[in-house]
């Protein structure tokens, strides 16, 4: 498993515990898509999650990757896959739980494809179409 980029936190508290670092890049198993995340959200659950009030209705396991709302494209596909393929434009909408055994991985309820916006010129006129 190689390593990844990933802003995590490793306990409850302000803003002062999320940490830009390595986290182990995770393994497909052969009905699972990864994605290169470009761009995430800050939701209040989010930040609820962070300051720890959320602990005593979910138990989260440390370090956590916070966030459930991803874009980016897709990295690979396990063998399963065939709706979706390396190099695809995607969007995904995760669960609020984490599966303790695989911590950076988040469990999608939805991952649905986006159309090609590679033509305009950043990406940051890009959701603005959408």
Known sequence: MTAMK???????????????????RPTLGDSEVLIRVHATTVNPFDCAVRAG????????TFPLILGTDVSGVVEDVGAGVASFA????VYARAGVTR??????MLWCRFL????????????MQRPSLM
């Open 53 to 60: 009030y959320m602990s005593a209705y979910i138990n989260y």
């Open 99 to 104: 599966d303790a055994r695989t911590p950076n």
């Open 112 to 123: 649905m494809s986006l159309p090609n916006l590679s033509h305009l010129t950043t990406f």
């Open 6 to 24: 990933a802003v995590r936190i490793h306990a409850y508290g302000g803003t002062d515990v999320l940490a830009y670092e390595d986290a182990p």
């Open 86 to 89: 390396p190099g695809d434009n």
